[in-house]
């Protein structure tokens, strides 16, 4: 059993800054991949950012140079730090991970999302 609890999300002013954490718990043996995604009202859920074990990382291009992804891998959590807001950044963020489990099964797991609403 695996969980993902995210945290960090709400209501802020465009060009302001908000940072989402998650952290994975349960049998959790390695984590590869971990990542952000957001899904706006009617849209289809995209990618944010992502990390590997190894610290590499890769964005979407409407956030380049304002998110900044990191990850504690003694801690198992990622959190994502958003600065520059804008309103089209509104919606609901869901945090990812690519799991090795400790009964050596690897799948992906999602948090519950978490809503982050960017005022203009």
């Known amino acids: 059993q695996v969980q993902l609890v995210e945290s960090g999300g709400g209501l802020v002013q465009a060009g302001g800054s908000l940072r989402l954490s998650c952290a994975a718990s349960g049998s959790i043996f390695s984590i590869n991949a971990m990542g952000w995604y957001r899904q706006a009202p009617g849209k289809q859920r995209d990618l944010v950012a992502v990390i590997t074990s190894g610290g590499s990382t890769n964005y979407a291009d409407s956030v380049k140079g304002r998110f900044t992804i990191s990850r504690d891998n003694a801690k198992n959590t990622v959190s994502l730090q958003m600065n520059s807001l804008k309103p089209e950044d509104t919606a609901v963020y869901y945090c990812?991970?690519?799991?090795?489990?400790?009964?050596?099964?690897?799948?992906?797991?999602w948090g519950q999302g978490t809503q982050v609403t960017v005022s203009s």
């Open positions: 990812y991970a690519r799991i090795v489990t400790t009964v050596v099964r690897t799948a992906s797991y």
